[in-house]
Each structure stands twice: as C-alpha cells, then as structure tokens.
C-alpha cells in the first residue's frame, strides 16, 4: 500500500529555511490525489501549510504563503516543502499528507476532500 | 477566518459512548471530518464527510453534522481509544482543523 516518509533536517537556525522531503513509495505520485504538508507544534494542535499536484499546481495557506514553496518531483516519486525566514514559532512536527478527493469512483469537489494517508511526521526544531 | 471550536477534554468510563463535538458558523452545511491521534504519533482518519468510516474503522465510530454543530461519536469506548480528536473542514480555500479534543477512557 502507499506510504508516506519525510526527511529533511531537525535543526534549523533562525531566519534560515526549512527544507523536508516527502517520499511517496508503494504508488505514483502521478495519481489523481493532491499531496499536503500538514505541521503541528509541540502540545499544540494541526495547522494546514499547503498542498501540490503532480503537474505542479500549488495552493497554500494565506498565513504561511509568503514564505512557502512547495515542489514535486515526478522521477523520484517525491514532494518538498521549503519554509523561509523561520522562527521559534516554526518548530513543530511536519507531516505530509495524501489528500483525497475520490471514492467509490466517484471525485469531488474540493469541498469534500480530506487528509487518508499521513507520514509519521519528523520534528524540526528552529534554534540557534 | 473559520474556526472551529471543540472542548479541551471530554471524558468517557469504559464501555459508555463519548461523544465530541466540533463547533462552527452553519457547519452543517459543510463536509466534516475526524481524525484521531495518539500521543507520538500521526493522525488517522476516522470519519470522512460527516457521516463515512475508512475501511478498518470501528462501527463504534460514527459522525453526525447539523446546523452549527458536528459531532464524533465513540461507542462502547475502550481504552485504545483515548487519543487527541480533530474535526477539519474545508472552507475559503484552506484546509481548517479544529482545536482538538482529548478523550480520556476511566
């Protein structure tokens, strides 16, 4: 089955860029999904920072959009996250996530869609 | 911004039904979902579109969703299920998780 494993480095210093990989095995990320990176600070709840599909499209979350850039690489069947001019306030837990829009062979609109597949997440740490 | 509010912790004895409730402006007019997660680990989808379990998920989850209100609903609760619940919706071009509830199992 699809599984989801990200990377990347724990520690980051402030005001560098944070930079995690997430490899998609067991399927394409070519598929009909979008694919999202989800973060949740220590103790705290889940905050959505964007998402991108394989041809490229990306949408992301107005408070994060500034600093955000999400990235796909078909070849090796992985997608990426960079976060700039990092803080403490970014240290948190990352995730990416498979987004689903389809089900019984029917798709919807964006509306209906939900995260069914998550990594295990990776903490990143933002200090000097 | 959207928000939704569900409460810090509800509590459950074994065996009883526990139930969650996510709060939002005419969310019944939205598609709600549930995650669970338990502590170091990643969220796991329970309930897709207010009311669909995934395949592997208990009977004793199911979801409701009316007017300002959805709810998660936990029965026969066994001590597996104490975990940190999240409803998220979809609204104005972001994905929007709730606050989280902790549900404790006695």
């Known amino acids: 089955q699809v599984q989801l494993q990200e990377s990347g480095p724990g520690l980051v210093k402030p005001s560098g860029t944070l930079s995690l990989t997430c490899a998609v095995s067991?399927?394409?990320?070519?598929?009909?999904?979008?694919w999202s990176w989800v973060r949740q600070p220590p103790g705290k709840g889940l905050e959505w920072i964007g998402e991108?599909?394989?041809?490229?499209?990306?949408n992301y979350n107005p408070s994060l959009k500034s600093r955000v850039t999400i990235s796909v690489d078909k070849s090796k069947n992985q997608f990426s996250l960079k976060l700039s001019s990092v803080t403490a306030a970014d240290t948190a837990v990352y995730y990416c996530?498979?987004?689903?829009?389809?089900?019984?062979?029917?798709?919807?609109?964006?509306?209906?869609?939900?995260?069914?597949?998550w990594g295990r997440g990776t903490l990143v740490t933002v200090s000097s | 911004s959207y928000e939704l509010t569900q409460p810090l912790s509800v509590s459950v004895a074994l065996g009883q039904t526990a139930r969650i409730t996510c709060g939002g402006n005419?969310?019944?007019?939205?598609?709600v979902h549930w995650y669970q997660q338990k502590p170091g680990q990643a969220p796991v989808l329970v309930i897709y579109?207010?009311?669909n379990r995934p395949s592997g998920i208990p009977e004793r989850f199911s979801g409701s969703n009316s007017g300002n209100t959805a709810t998660l609903t936990i029965s026969r609760a066994q001590a597996g299920d104490e975990a940190d619940y999240y409803c998220?919706?979809?609204?104005?071009?972001?994905?929007?998780f709730g606050t989280g509830t902790k549900v404790t199992v006695l």
């Open positions: 996530a498979r987004v689903q829009g389809c089900s019984g062979g029917s798709c919807y609109s964006r509306a209906y869609w939900y995260f069914d597949l």
């Open positions: 067991g399927g394409s990320i070519s598929s009909s999904n979008w």
């Open positions: 991108i599909y394989h041809s490229g499209s990306t």
């Open positions: 005419n969310i019944g007019s939205k598609n």
């Open positions: 579109r207010d009311s």
């Open positions: 998220q919706v979809w609204d104005s071009s972001l994905y929007v």
